[in-house]
């Protein structure tokens, strides 16, 4: 069984402060992606990321996808209070999406 | 409209009732999933659907049935609710190339069996 575990796993920060979320397996993926949840909805699509090393950003957050494509990490620069939620990686195997442990991040003003 | 809805968005069953949520679809997606959520455990699959024909277990089917019943209805079954069902589902969909285009999901149904 292919594992994706996300740490940390919970994350209470201050309006402005920088942070990173990190998704690590054993297992190799063809790509990654990255979810966020609100409170009462379904997980929303926020970046896919396809080769080893791939960097994409997203207005404050950058992903990276790891060189051999195991591990990946989110990072949010000056969060803010509608950066709040569950964020979810998400690893695309042939046919299907092996979804992490989750990272809850509030970010208080 | 959403482009993924499921109903009901809330239930409450007893222990040993049969229950059926439901899901349906507006993207012309040919695949579709079932998925339930457990804090500290993120998502894990239920069974998917590739297409009408096909169905297929996830890592966690026992205690479960699923219908497609067309190309924009998939339905999730449980037979005989246990407690441990207690959790938030969620159906999602995706067109052939998810790898790079995601799974779009609906808003989930939180059950409640007690």
């Known amino acids: 069984t292919q594992l994706l575990e996300q740490s940390p796993q919970f994350l209470s920060i201050q309006e402005g402060e920088n942070l990173t979320v990190y998704c690590n397996s054993s297992?190799?993926?063809?790509?990654l992606q990255w979810y966020r949840q609100e409170p009462g909805e379904g997980p929303v699509l926020l970046v896919t990321?396809?080769?080893?090393?791939e960097v994409k950003k997203l207005k404050r957050l950058t992903f990276q996808f790891g060189d051999a494509r195991k591990d990946s990490s989110l990072h949010i620069t000056a969060a803010q209070p509608g950066d709040t939620g569950l964020y979810l990686c998400?690893?695309?195997?042939?046919?299907?999406?092996?979804f992490g442990t989750g990272t809850r991040l509030q970010v208080f003003p | 409209d959403a482009d993924v809805t499921q109903t009901p968005r809330n239930r409450i069953t007893k222990t040993g009732k049969r229950i059926m949520l439901e899901c349906s679809q507006t993207?012309?997606?040919?695949?579709m999933y079932w998925y339930r959520q457990d804090p500290g455990l993120g998502l894990r699959l239920i069974y998917y659907?590739?297409?009408?024909?096909?169905?297929n277990k996830g890592e966690i089917s026992d205690g479960y049935s699923v219908s497609r019943q067309a190309q924009a209805k998939f339905s999730l079954s449980l037979e005989s609710a246990i407690p441990n069902q207690t959790a938030l589902y969620f159906c999602?969909?995706?067109?052939?190339?998810?790898?790079?285009?995601?799974?779009?999901f609906g808003s989930g149904t939180r059950l409640t069996v007690v």
């Open positions: 297992s190799v993926f063809s790509s």
């Open positions: 998400a690893g695309a195997n042939t046919d299907k999406l092996i």
């Open positions: 990321v396809v080769t080893g090393g």
């Open positions: 993207k012309g997606h040919d695949r």
């Open positions: 999602a969909t995706s067109d052939v190339g998810h790898l790079n285009y995601g799974y779009t």
């Open positions: 659907s590739f297409d009408v024909k096909d169905i």
